[in-house]
T-cell receptor, first 120, second 111 residues
């Protein structure tokens, strides 16, 4: 079946502009996750959704970052007034559910190809 | 607090040899899952193996096995019979009430 897809694959924007990044999870996956990966670094967890609800938004770097999910499907990560330090690859993942330790079938996160954001 | 620690920024292994990538974790959750992912230079994140906190046996997936020592809070990845295509970044991850990825280990397989 289809995997996680993200769009755009690349985005170049000017400092101060707003950007929207889109994620289409695997069909039937109720949990969706956003991560940021700066060049040469590990993954930084941003936010997750269980259904359309985001129980914990504390991972978002600043109030310029927001995310929403509709219809237990597509999610959008919005970055307002972009800064150069926002340049990174933004990765989206989905899993069947979110239970933490419930088993591989439930917990395994499958990743999309990422969106490479460059802020000039 | 929960966290993942990978202490080996870079590792080298001879082709066809086995290699162990270290991962320790810290969590207060009674139920959690541990993952290993591979990230080649292409950037995609590839799921390798999963270990649940209640699993009694170490997870295995082909050439990958996870040496899970719950009391020591370690979840080391063992790759047997290394291949050139195994050269990549490897990330250990913890899922429970939060989600944490380690800083990664860069593995280079030498012909």
């Amino acid at each position: 079946g289809a995997g996680v897809s993200q769009s755009p694959s690349n985005k170049v924007t000017e400092k101060g502009k707003d950007v929207e990044l889109r994620c289409d999870p695997i069909s039937g996956h109720t949990a969706l996750y956003w991560y940021r990966q700066r060049l040469g670094q590990g993954l930084e967890f941003l936010i997750y959704f269980q259904g359309n609800s985001a129980p914990d938004k504390s991972g978002l770097p600043s109030d310029r970052f927001s995310a929403e999910r509709t219809g237990e499907s597509v999610s959008t990560l919005t970055i307002q007034r972009t800064q150069q330090e926002d340049s990174a690859v933004y990765l989206c993942a989905s899993s069947l559910a979110f239970f933490g330790g419930a088993g591989a079938d439930t917990d395994t996160q499958y990743f999309g190809p990422g969106t490479r954001l460059t802020v000039l | 607090a929960q966290k993942i620690t990978q202490t080996q920024p870079g590792m080298f292994v001879q082709e066809k040899e086995a290699v162990t990538l270290d991962c320790t974790y810290d969590t207060s959750d009674p139920s959690y899952g541990l993952f290993w992912y591979k990230q080649p230079s292409s950037g995609e994140m590839i799921f390798l193996i999963y270990q649940g906190s209640y699993d009694q046996q170490n997870a295995t997936e082909g050439r990958y096995s996870l040496n899970f020592q719950k009391a020591r809070k370690s979840a080391n990845l063992v790759i047997s019979a290394s291949q050139l295509g195994d050269s990549a970044m490897y990330f250990c991850a913890l899922t429970g009430n939060q989600f944490y990825f380690g800083t990664g280990t860069s593995l280079t397989v030498i012909p």
